[in-house]
């Protein structure tokens, strides 16, 4: 664990530097870091286990998410939270508290000092106080949103399918049907 993580994690809130998360296109990155409450990692696994294995997912919901990870590291002490996302940083924290703040509860309700989803600046600040600098920043597709990706992607297959369609031998005329 780098020395720069250990000291954000343990100054008071009053200490803490703002951290601006970085926008390249239109994708922005944000990466939070908060210690586990003791005793509950188990529980933290078995509710991202969930959130992973359920085809109603609340991250689902958040149509700007482009991927979101969470770790469990550090001899299971800390919680990393990393996404990259369509919008302003504000933007989504906003959403995944209006379409997901159950999920973001079952997760961060295992790690100390957590506020809750509701209200929102009190999940803001948590996220604030959190929320680590990213050094190296990399989205492949930095002009198009997910909107645009699963659209160019639904248009691949609607492509292909016309193409296999195309490819097919002509089927063979039956006698007696020529008008």
């Known amino acids: 664990m780098s020395d720069d993580v250990n000291e954000t994690i343990s100054r008071p809130t009053a200490e803490i530097e703002k951290v601006s998360s970085k926008t390249i296109g239109q994708v922005t990155e944000l990466t939070v870091i908060t210690p586990i409450k003791d005793g509950s990692v188990n529980r933290l696994r078995q509710v991202l286990a969930g959130i992973q294995a359920s085809p109603e997912s609340p991250i689902k919901r958040i149509s700007s998410i482009h991927f979101a990870r969470w770790v469990i590291f550090d001899n299971d002490t800390r919680l990393l939270f990393t996404s990259n996302f369509d919008g302003s940083w504000e933007k989504y924290l906003r959403d995944f508290v209006e379409l997901a703040a159950d999920g973001l509860d079952a997760i961060w309700s295992n790690c100390e000092n957590y506020p809750g989803a509701k209200p929102f600046e009190g999940f803001k600040a948590y996220v604030q106080k959190n929320q680590i600098k990213t050094d190296l920043f990399y ?16 248009w691949e297959q609607k492509t292909n399918t016309f193409q296999r369609e195309l490819a097919k031998p002509p089927k063979p005329s039956t006698p007696g049907a020529e008008a």
Request: glycine letters at 0%; proline letters at 12%.
């Open 139 to 154: 989205p492949a597709y930095p002009a198009a949103s997910v909107k645009q990706i699963l659209k160019a992607l639904d």
